[in-house]
């Protein structure tokens, strides 16, 4: 089987996440189906104490194969899709000899050129593209395929010395969730990466810091033909505190280490009101200043309109895991060698979002992430650079390689 089979056979499988479940893990049990495979396929390749778990975790030792004591590296990559486009009867395609120019993935829907310029520098490549109706799901099963496939390396390969490998997949990260129940102590690796994300040049150890924030606005409804002085009107308090957020913070207008205050959701009526933030900044302390800025709004429409008419509540998700990987940069310094021992020239740029190795860094386990040749995540223009997933491949062997010389 080949890399590309490898990937189209994982993506077939349905394993959409769901937001609107988060009492549960997996937040769906269809990700069990993808889970339960890979368990098997694990045990073939002779992985030990693998399991996957009532959380739909799976977990997998590669034993040491040299005769002293080295680091245990870990490789994690998650299991699920994206909630906002379809991952139901995923069909991908393989264009062999990419002609830089316009994709139609089907009789309605092209891959535009002008829309994704940047697409024009994989001429020559070969891409896995979508049918136009779903989804691809190389975010982040190229990840696993990547892992999987250094490990049937390993596996026909058995004179390549390497010590013990821990290979971690998990539920559920598209909506935040993917470390909630990750048993770092199980998993026994001093540090790991994620195998998730865009182009194999990308080393990325730091993510936006990141908070939540749901307002509820509760109004008072009043026939409009008497309603002087006497109705509050929720949908239009929304608004006005919306219109009191900094217009040049949004995501459509930042990019790099520019935070945001992004409303990503409403509703409402008269009666009631609901507006739905994230709120981002690589910074914490400019992630602070965002919130207060938030709270001191919805204070504002309190005093301006009485007590009560909004409620705020802000959650913090997820910090920067630069704080953890600046303090052991360890893994990020082999990471380096690794790619650079490959000819690969390094892209080290912020993560305009999290991974699970924010919040895993945060939980002990130092874990930056390494990009798969992925692009376009969460809808049907998604593609994978399959020239760009085999060299992942490449550079997950050569760490493996490094960390056993050390």
Same mark, same amino acid.
């Given at each position: 089987m080949s890399a590309a *089979?490898?990937?189209? =056979?994982?993506?077939k499988i349905d394993t959409q996440s769901d937001p609107a479940? &988060?009492?549960e893990t997996p937040s769906s049990k269809k990700q069990f189906d993808l889970a339960n495979l890979l368990v098997e396929e694990l045990k073939e390749l002779g992985l030990q104490d693998v399991s996957v778990d009532e959380h739909c975790y799976v977990y997998a030792k590669l034993p040491s194969n040299l005769d002293k004591k080295v680091d245990t590296v870990g490789f994690i990559a998650h299991m699920d899709t994206a909630p906002d486009f379809s991952g139901t009867n995923v069909n991908p395609r393989i264009i062999k000899n990419f002609d830089g120019k316009d994709i139609a993935l089907n009789r309605d829907v092209t891959?535009?050129?002008e829309r994704f310029p940047w697409m024009? &520098?994989?001429k020559g490549k070969r891409l896995m593209v979508t049918d136009g109706n779903t989804l691809l799901g190389a975010d982040d099963k190229a990840g696993i395929t990547s892992i999987m496939e250094a490990l049937v390396y390993l596996h026909n390969h058995p004179e390549v010395k390497h010590g013990e490998i821990a290979i971690g997949f998990t539920p559920d990260e598209e909506i935040g969730n993917?470390? =909630?129940f990750f048993d770092v102590k199980k998993f026994g690796a001093k540090f790991a990466?994620?195998?998730d994300g865009g182009t194999v040049r990308e080393l990325s150890d730091e993510t936006f810091n990141a908070a939540s924030a749901v307002l509820h606005f509760k109004g008072r409804s009043i026939h409009p033909g008497s309603a002087k002085n006497r109705m509050i009107n929720a949908a239009k308090l929304a608004c006005e505190y919306q219109a009191m957020m900094p217009a040049h913070a949004v995501p459509e207008h930042t990019e790099l280490w520019e935070g945001f205050i992004h409303l990503h959701n409403m509703k409402g009526d008269v009666e009631n009101a609901e507006l739905e933030y994230i709120i981002r900044d690589h910074d914490y302390q400019n992630l602070t200043a #965002? #919130? *207060?800025l938030m709270l001191k709004a919805a204070e504002f429409i309190n005093t301006k309109y009485g007590e009560g008419v909004v409620t705020i509540e802000i959650k913090d998700s997820y910090r920067n895991m630069k704080e953890v990987?600046?303090?052991d940069p360890t893994a990020v310094e082999i990471a380096k060698k690794s790619m650079e021992e490959l000819g690969i020239h390094i892209l080290q740029e912020p993560i305009r979002g999290g991974t699970d190795g924010a919040q895993l860094s945060f939980m002990g386990l130092p874990c930056p992430n390494i990009g798969c040749g992925g692009g376009n995540f969460h809808g049907r223009f998604e593609y994978c650079v399959l020239d760009e997933l085999e060299l992942s491949i490449q550079v997950i062997l050569k760490i493996i390689q490094n960390v056993a010389e050390v």
């Open positions: *089979e490898r990937l189209i =056979r994982y993506c479940n &988060e009492q891959l535009s050129m024009k &520098e994989f993917g470390p =909630r990466y994620t195998m #965002k #919130k *207060e990987l600046d303090k």
